[in-house]
């Protein structure tokens, strides 16, 4: 028994030697890796930098609006009846007082040459009761009979002309006029569409602005709009009305601008996308829009300062939070938490942490423009 107990003893004196052994080792790695890590230093991050520049620009405001005819109507027949004559194409453009639609006026001229004949019958007895009435040889109530008799004649007369007119059915100002509702020998109702007619010069757009635009809105203030139908294609115009009311429910505020448009491009109902210039240019602190870090809780650039070292001077990057503005191409306005000269990591923010080391490479940064263009493949 006592040699197998100190065997035993033995083994586990051996067994805690090894481990204790092993720990050490263990234990010296951890060390030697922490004291690396104390001094290990973190390869600065390639960025391409911008600076912030000051420039004087015309603020711009963007809107989504449609295009609304200054003038349109629903041309159609006031009185009944059967078609005689078309003399418009679907689709063309027209002048005021040019013919569309004869309706049949066959009864009505008939019945205008008995009460023409009728109105000379009553014009001659009339002259007539008058001569008479001149020498004293009738009554005064045979000349006002007479009178009355001629009043209701022209008045006939009058009536049917105007019925006729009615049935002739012109363009009541220039403009486009759509595809046709009606064809020859066709029986109308009263009120029966024949085309829709709009003016197509000029033309409005119609838009929305935030209520925050009224307080610098205008007459008269320059408006452009674009269309995607027309790729690059531009017109520029000036804001002819605004609204008397901000709408409570979505606080803004609704705005016409009318725009030439001779060749008819623009069509009514069509989307336009629309510019809303300044009337004075301002200064502006611009930097590129890549250099921003957007974040619920602020937005946010990293700022290039150099600082001196063991090893000698380092580029670092300081997360400075700042309030955007306008935007202008590919650049935007910073209105507060930059200065003007400072430099920005305009490419490789979203790679870096505040106090990170950097090393500037503007070779492969991207081009940034005022007013960029579409690039040709």
Do not use: C
């Not at 003399?87 to 453009?93: M, V």
């Not at 009043?151 to 007369?157: D, F």
């Not at 250099?291 to 619920?296: E, T």
């Amino acid at each position: 028994m006592k040699a197998r107990t100190k065997v035993w003893v033995t083994s586990m004196v051996a067994l805690f030697i090894v481990f204790g052994v092993v720990a050490g080792i263990k234990a010296a790695q951890i060390g030697a890796m922490i004291e690396s890590g104390k001094s290990f230093v973190q390869p600065p991050e390639v960025v391409a930098s911008a600076k912030a520049e000051m420039i004087q620009r015309r603020a711009t405001t963007n809107a989504v609006g449609t295009l609304v005819a200054v003038r349109a109507v629903t041309l159609g027949a006031e009185l009944p009846g059967t078609v005689r004559a078309v003399a418009f194409d679907s689709g063309t453009s027209v002048k005021t007082g040019h013919v569309l639609v004869r309706l049949d006026t066959s009864a009505e001229e008939a019945q205008l040459a008995a009460a023409d004949a009728d109105a000379a019958l009553a014009k001659t007895t009339l002259e007539r009761e008058q001569k008479l009435s001149e020498e004293g040889a009738n009554r005064p109530s045979d000349v006002d009979a007479a009178k009355a008799r001629f009043k209701q004649t022209e008045a006939n007369v009058t009536n049917l002309r105007a019925t006729i007119a009615k049935k002739v059915i012109r363009a009541p100002f220039d403009g486009r006029i759509a595809i046709r509702q009606v064809e020859l020998g066709q029986v109308l109702s009263g009120g029966v569409p024949i085309a829709s007619l709009t003016s197509v010069s000029p033309i409005y757009a119609e838009f929305w602005l935030p209520e925050q635009a009224l307080a610098e809105l205008t007459l008269g203030q320059h408006a452009r709009i674009r269309s995607d139908a027309f790729g690059d294609a531009k017109w520029d115009g000036e804001i002819t009305t605004i609204n008397s009311e901000v709408d409570a429910q979505t606080h803004t505020l609704r705005v016409r601008a009318t725009f030439a448009n001779d060749d008819g491009t623009l069509r009514p109902g069509m989307f336009v996308n629309v510019e809303v210039f300044a009337r004075d240019e301002k200064p502006a602190l611009i930097i590129p829009q890549t250099a921003v870090l957007y974040a619920p809780y602020g937005d946010s650039v990293f700022v290039l300062e150099e600082e001196k070292g063991d090893a000698g001077k380092a580029t670092i990057a300081r997360q400075r939070f700042v309030r955007l503005g306008d935007r202008y191409g590919d650049f935007v306005a910073i209105t507060s938490g930059l200065s003007a000269g400072e430099t920005v990591v305009s490419d490789g923010a979203f790679k870096l942490r505040n106090g990170s080391h950097v090393t500037v490479n503007n070779a492969l940064a991207p081009d940034a423009a005022l007013a960029p263009l579409p690039r040709e493949e």
